[in-house]
Structure formats: C-alpha cells, structure tokens
C-alpha cells in the first residue's frame, strides 16, 4: 500500500494544524499526518493523485473517527505493519440500486440454493470469513485492528452484515457502514459459488425496500462490474454523499431479523 517518511510527516502536520483546528494553506496534493486527539480530516480534494486517493495516514480507528471518515467520504485501508492510512480515490465504484443485474446464472443459483437471508445474525462470523478467505486467496486488509474497529462499530450500529444461509449453514455474505443513505461496503465471502453475489442482490432489494441512494463500492473491479457497478468522479460522489446524508436510517431497519421474500 505504501511507504511514508516520518519527517515529511511532521511538518505537514505542523503546517496543517494549529491546536485542534486544521488549517489548509491551499487546495493542492498533499499528504496529512492525523492528530491523534480529534476526529479532523482534511478536505479530500488534497487527496494525492500517486497513490490515487491518498488523503492523510495516522490517528485512530475509533468509531467517532469512523464515523466521520465515512461521512466525508472516507475509509481506511492499510495492510498489517502498514500506518492506517485513509483513501478517497479520484473515481469511485458504485451500485445504483436501480441498475443493479442479477443475470441467469444468479437467479438459477437462488432456486437451487433457496437460501434463508438474514441481517446481523453472525455480523462476527461475516467479518472473520471476509478476512480468511483474502488470507488464503492474496493477503488482507482485515488486520487485527480493523477487525476490532469493526466489531465496535457493529456494537454501536453502524457497521451491519448481511448473511446467506444454507441448511442453517453460513455459505455467504457481507459487511460494510451505513448512517446515512449510502451502504459503505468493506469486504464479502462465499462458500458456495454464487453465495457472496447473492447477498449483494439481497442487499440492494433490501436497500430499495427502504428507499436508500445506493452501495458506495470504494473501487471499480470485474466482479462488481458484472453485478452493474460503475465508476464516477470523486465531485459528483461527495455531491451525491451530501444528499444522502438527509436520510434518516430506520430503527427497525438492521435490527437483527430473517428476510423473507428478498428475492421478489
């Protein structure tokens, strides 16, 4: 992910804050070290175009952090032994909810599997799957610390999961953040083939059922692309994440509970 030279850091830090209050000379690519003793993100149009996305390193991965990160367009995203560093890249992957295609192949793989889809019932075991299953395939970004922070996150009804079960078997499923209109995805898993695309299309019907905006992605890849995810700028992601955040989150809506006819 990336390399980062202590000194540099330190006085970009010395330029950019005064006490707790960030200060920013000019809107130019530059690279922030984060004050430990606040929630502040610069703005992202700072953000470094090499890495893409590049915004700041350091601070925490406290849920009041999280929170904030998340509203502004934010996420962390860093190996282990890496600094946390926080991305808010030039293009941005998304799921219009209305464009989202569950082709043949996918509606087959319902009727045989049938499965039972249920909204954080295992949010744990979700997390633990999506983690081991990048560990056997390429390495993960699901480090100890981002485990911690996520489960902490769950616990204060944030972050949720959504679970594909067969034969009361966990075969498939997924997590991410949503305090506002946009469901933030982090990772998925399958077990079984198909399972993980499944919980994708549950997500986005359980989403319409709600009039929610749409699935923030982070990044563009073929297997989202195949589902109907898109790339748009940066501008129109923030734009779009203003608009959402006038969405107030239903009570009711990831209270744990089996969804039933998810798939209609």
Same mark, same amino acid.
């Given at each position: 992910?990336?390399?980062?030279?202590?000194?540099?850091? %330190?006085?970009?830090?010395?330029?950019?804050?005064?006490?707790?209050?960030?200060?920013?000379? !000019?809107?130019?690519?530059?690279?922030? /070290?984060?004050?430990?003793?606040?929630?502040?993100?610069?703005?992202?149009?700072?953000?470094?175009?090499?890495?893409?996305?590049?915004?700041?390193?350091?601070? !925490?991965?406290?849920?009041?952090? =999280?929170?904030?990160?998340?509203?502004?367009?934010?996420?962390?995203?860093?190996?282990?032994?890496?600094?946390?560093? &926080?991305?808010?890249?030039?293009?941005?992957?998304? +799921?219009?909810?209305?464009?989202?295609?569950?082709?043949?192949?996918?509606?087959?793989? !319902?009727?045989?599997?049938?499965?039972?889809?249920?909204?954080? #019932?295992?949010?744990?075991?979700?997390?633990?799957?999506?983690?081991?299953?990048?560990?056997?395939?390429?390495?993960? &970004?699901? @480090? #100890?610390?981002?485990?911690?922070?996520?489960?902490?996150? /769950? %616990?204060?009804?944030?972050?949720?999961? =959504?679970?594909? &079960? /067969?034969?009361?078997?966990?075969?498939?499923?997924?997590?991410?953040?949503?305090?506002?209109?946009?469901?933030?995805?982090?990772?998925?898993?399958?077990?079984?083939?198909?399972?993980?695309? =499944?919980?994708? &299309?549950?997500?986005? @019907?359980?989403?319409?059922?709600?009039?929610?905006?749409? +699935?923030? !992605?982070?990044?563009?890849?073929?297997?989202?692309?195949?589902?109907?995810?898109?790339? +748009?700028?940066?501008?129109?992601?923030?734009?779009?994440?203003?608009?959402?955040? %006038?969405?107030?989150?239903?009570?009711?809506?990831? =209270?744990?509970?089996?969804?039933?006819?998810?798939?209609?």
């Amino acid at each position: 992910m990336g390399v980062y030279t202590p000194i540099l850091f %330190q006085q970009l830090f010395a330029l950019c804050y005064t006490d707790h209050e960030p200060k920013y000379p !000019c809107m130019t690519q530059q690279l922030f /070290h984060l004050n430990s003793n606040d929630n502040q993100f610069p703005p992202c149009e700072y953000a470094l175009k090499d890495p893409d996305g590049l915004l700041a390193v350091g601070g !925490c991965l406290s849920v009041p952090r =999280l929170k904030n990160a998340y509203a502004r367009g934010i996420f962390p995203w860093f190996n282990e032994h890496e600094p946390i560093m &926080w991305w808010s890249p030039s293009e941005r992957g998304i +799921i219009e909810l209305r464009e989202f295609y569950a082709n043949r192949t996918l509606k087959k793989a !319902c009727r045989q599997l049938n499965p039972t889809v249920t909204v954080n #019932n295992a949010f744990t075991q979700v997390i633990a799957a999506c983690r081991q299953q990048r560990i056997n395939n390429e390495g993960t &970004w699901i @480090n #100890n610390d981002m485990l911690i922070a996520y489960q902490q996150a /769950h %616990q204060q009804g944030i972050a949720h999961s =959504l679970e594909i &079960w /067969h034969e009361d078997v966990l075969v498939g499923g997924l997590y991410g953040v949503m305090q506002s209109g946009v469901f933030c995805g982090e990772s998925m898993f399958f077990h079984k083939p198909n399972a993980s695309k =499944l919980a994708m &299309w549950a997500l986005v @019907n359980w989403l319409k059922r709600h009039n929610a905006c749409f +699935i923030d !992605c982070q990044l563009e890849n073929p297997y989202l692309t195949s589902l109907g995810a898109k790339v +748009i700028s940066r501008e129109e992601f923030l734009t779009r994440l203003k608009v959402a955040a %006038q969405f107030s989150v239903p009570k009711t809506m990831w =209270l744990a509970q089996t969804l039933d006819d998810i798939y209609d």
